[in-house]
Nanobody, 124 residues
Framework: VQLQASGGGLVQAGGSLRLSCAASGRTFSSYTMGWFRQAPGKEREFVATVSRLGGVTFHADSVKGRFAISRDNAKNTTYLQMNSLKPEDTAVYYC??????????????????WGQGTQLTVSS
């Protein structure tokens, strides 16, 4: 599956933004989808995952209660709604697809397809 992330930009602290990840192919619903991020000088880290049918989600503690991952299988698209943004959320955000059916404790190696990344900058 090929992935195309979009929606990044410059936002003030406390603001909101929604990222989108469009997938190609007819088997989108067979993939667990995830969002990861990489801040300058830091390693890429997990943000959230959503199950194949969208009914179950899992978020990193650092974004829990502020971010929400979702998906629309009819549109082959995964979303990341980000609210109450903080400067420390500044990073390049990547969407990724995994053929693993679970959504918990997945490593980055479980995700074989990655989007190109979209930059989010949160100003203080």
């Amino acid at each position: 599956v090929q992935l195309q992330a979009s929606g990044g930009g410059l936002v003030q602290a406390g603001g909101s933004l929604r990222l989108s990840c469009a997938a190609s192919g007819r088997t989108f619903s067979s993939y667990t989808m995830g969002w990861f991020r990489q801040a300058p000088g830091k390693e890429r880290e997990f943000v959230a995952t959503v199950s194949r049918l969208g009914g179950v989600t899992f978020h990193a503690d650092s974004v829990k209660g502020r971010f929400a991952i979702s998906r629309d299988n009819a549109k082959n698209t995964t979303y990341l709604q980000m609210n109450s943004l903080k400067p420390e959320d500044t990073a390049v955000y990547y969407c990724a697809a995994s053929s693993n059916s679970g959504i918990y404790r997945l490593s980055q190696a479980d995700f074989r397809s990655w989007g190109q990344g979209t930059q989010l900058t949160v100003s203080s």
